[in-house]
T-cell receptor, first 113, second 109 residues
Framework: KAGVTQTPRYLIKTRGQQVTLSCSPISGHRSVSWYQQTPGQGLQFLFEYFSETQRNKGNFPGRFSGRQFSNSRSEMNVSTLELGDSALYLC????????????FGEGSWLTVV | DQQVKQNSPSLSVQEGRISILNCDYT??????FLWYKKYPAEGPTFLISISSIKDKNEDGRFTVFLNKSAKHLSLHIVPSQPGDSAVYFC????????FGTGTRLQVFP
């Protein structure tokens, strides 16, 4: 069974630009969550989508948004990029019930210059 | 407000000895706890979990202990191996999964 797939793996953007990251969950998983990892900050929860609806949201500004498609694939978008947005963005999928284990992709490394 | 805390940013252990990684949480509504292991440039990998109705779960060399009254969980790795060197994250689940900041474990020969 294929794991969680994230694209692109690495990208460099300029301040003020916007970026879209893509995530394909494990087959059969209906929940997709997004996390941001920066040095010393651990994994910060961005949002979770379940059946095309945002089910939970972390404490990030509105520049960070996401969506989920009918096939459970998800995208997240960051607009008006800032230098501090440079981070590893991780997508994770699960069956979607409380207590389910979430499984991570390898992440997308975003550098904002 | 850090609901899940890993107060030790790093830990160094000799090969063959026990590694103990600690995690504290503040929200008594958390009902499921997990440990993940992360190598550089890779996504976190699920290691072991425990439900709040248990106080211990064991899987091979890995054992997780949960002390609900102290809001504390720990991961024991016995015996530690050089391949265990990685960053370990604990996570607690309520309506969403909250991660700690991680502990970097180094196992030396």
């Amino acid at each position: 069974k294929a794991g969680v797939t994230q694209t692109p793996r690495y990208l460099i953007k300029t301040r003020g630009q916007q970026v879209t990251l893509s995530c394909s969950p494990i087959s059969g998983h209906r929940s997709v969550s997004w996390y941001q990892q920066t040095p010393g900050q651990g994994l910060q929860f961005l949002f979770e989508y379940f059946s095309e609806t945002q089910r939970n949201k972390g404490n990030f500004p509105g520049r960070f948004s996401g969506r989920q498609f009918s096939n459970s694939r998800s995208e997240m978008n960051v607009s008006t990029l800032e230098l501090g947005d440079s981070a590893l963005y991780l997508c994770a999928s699960s069956l979607g019930d409380n207590g389910n284990t979430i499984y991570f992709g390898e992440g997308s490394w975003l550098t904002v210059v | 407000d850090q609901q899940v805390k890993q107060n030790s940013p790093s830990l160094s252990v000799q090969e063959g000895r026990i590694s103990i990684l600690n995690c504290d949480y503040t929200n008594s509504m958390f009902d499921y706890f997990l440990w993940y292991k992360k190598y550089p440039a890779e996504g976190p990998t699920f290691l072991i979990s425990i439900s709040s109705i248990k106080d211990k779960n064991e899987d091979g060399r890995f054992t997780v202990f949960l002390n609900k009254s102290a809001k504390h969980l720990s991961l024991h790795i016995v015996p530690s191996q050089p391949g265990d060197s990685a960053v370990y994250f604990c996570a607690a689940s309520g309506d969403k999964l909250i991660f700690g900041t991680g502990t970097r474990l180094q196992v030396f020969p």
